[in-house]
């Protein structure tokens, strides 16, 4: 198949997608397919030589109906030889350019953009799920009725969690059209810790955007109650400054590592450095870091939000604690204080992801939904 692949990051961006579309447009490339990814980009002139698929980067921050003009052209001319596109991002330009275009496209939704939106600038405090319920003003709606109707714009959705499933077919998407495949991570071994700017005797991990949702001012609040650990934090955004405030505020400021954002080696070799990971995010489709964090034989303490809890098996794989109003204070201070279970839930989410989470499994999935749509279509 000739596939063409659209993302709004990818690396050296961090997060899940820009994890992910290098990993499935590697092993679809392995395969034997020839693909093609379009991507926004702060630079156009990184090196992509190395990877076995075409790289096309476009300038991210440029004017944006200009950006979105220019985005819909390339697809145009690109997706005309393509037997399939399969859309990680910029969705919209994705529907208008297969307006023209008609190929088979198969979306994959990791988040509901209309709600990011809405909590990124203020609109509403709501969480996820009450996002969902609730009616809005005008904007809101508009939002939710644009992202629902891209969404169902396409011939398969694909989704890394079945609680992010349910969601989306609360848009009008038909189940059948709906397609459910974890997220892998590939092995990391060998990875070389680097070092880390604490004293503490223990020390934590979190890695993400820095948005309000991420709710890593709770973490910084967690850590008055555990005086033994330290936290770093990986990402960057408009939450940073917000939250360095905080950690004055709160007199933790000498406890906590603003990394800012790291390329994955540097972002890997700093949780490889730390002692367990932690998430407090108010929600998360499937969060990417917490694989590999487990992969790394890293404890997770996370909040049972969205579909963290289908990978993360409280007691056994990690620790869960009950959402924004959880007990995070007391489960850090249980794990810093026992290396013991550290160890054992450590090791237990390394075997786990091994057993369960293979790359080759997520890839052969996604291939065979590729390829079904594509020859449906043909």
């Known amino acids: 198949m000739r596939i063409l692949i659209v993302t709004g990051i990818f690396p050296p961006d961090i997060g899940g997608p820009a994890t992910y579309v290098p990993q499935i447009a590697e092993g679809l490339a392995q395969r034997g397919h020839a693909v093609t990814v379009v991507t926004l980009s702060d630079r156009l002139d990184h090196e992509d030589g190395g990877y076995p698929f075409r790289v096309i980067r476009l300038p991210r921050r440029a004017f944006r109906p200009w950006r979105m003009g220019r985005t819909v052209l390339v697809l145009l001319r690109l997706g005309r030889r393509a037997d399939v596109l399969f859309v990680n991002g910029l969705a919209l330009e994705s529907v208008l350019a297969n307006f023209v275009l008609r190929k088979p496209l198969v979306m994959k939704v990791v988040g509901d953009l209309a709600w990011e939106r809405a909590t990124g600038r203020g609109w509403t405090a709501d969480d996820f799920e009450t996002f969902q319920r609730r009616r809005y003003g005008l904007r809101i709606e508009l939002l939710k009725a644009l992202r629902s109707w891209w969404t169902r714009r396409a011939d398969r959705v694909i989704v890394p969690s079945r609680y992010l499933a349910r969601g989306v077919a609360g848009w ?16 990391v071994d060998g990875v070389e810790p680097l070092p880390v700017l604490l004293r503490t005797p223990v020390k934590a991990v979190t890695v993400g955007r820095l948005v309000p949702w991420k709710q890593v001012n709770g973490l910084l609040e967690a850590l008055t109650e555990v005086p033994e650990l330290g936290l770093v934090v990986v990402g960057d955004g408009p939450e940073r400054p917000r939250l360095e405030r905080r950690a004055r505020e709160l007199g933790v400021s000498d406890r906590v590592y603003f990394a800012g954002q790291r390329s994955k080696k540097e972002a890997l070799g700093l949780m490889a450095a730390c002692d367990l990971f932690v998430l407090n995010s108010a929600y998360e489709g499937l969060p990417h870091v917490v694989l590999e964090a487990m992969a790394l034989g890293l404890p997770v303490v996370a909040t049972a939000a969205g579909g963290t809890p289908e990978v993360v098996r409280d007691g056994e794989t990690g620790v869960l604690v009950p959402g924004r109003y959880g ?37 052969r999935l996604t291939e065979e939904t590729l390829f079904t749509v594509a020859h449906r279509s043909a």
């Open 172 to 187: 009008g998407v038909p189940a059948e059209k709906i397609v459910v495949i974890y997220n892998a991570v590939e092995p």
């Open 327 to 363: 007990t995070l204070g007391a489960s850090l201070s249980a794990l810093a204080r026992d290396p013991a279970l550290r160890r054992r839930l450590g090791r237990a989410a390394r075997q786990w992801i091994g057993e369960r989470l293979s790359a080759e499994n997520m890839i």
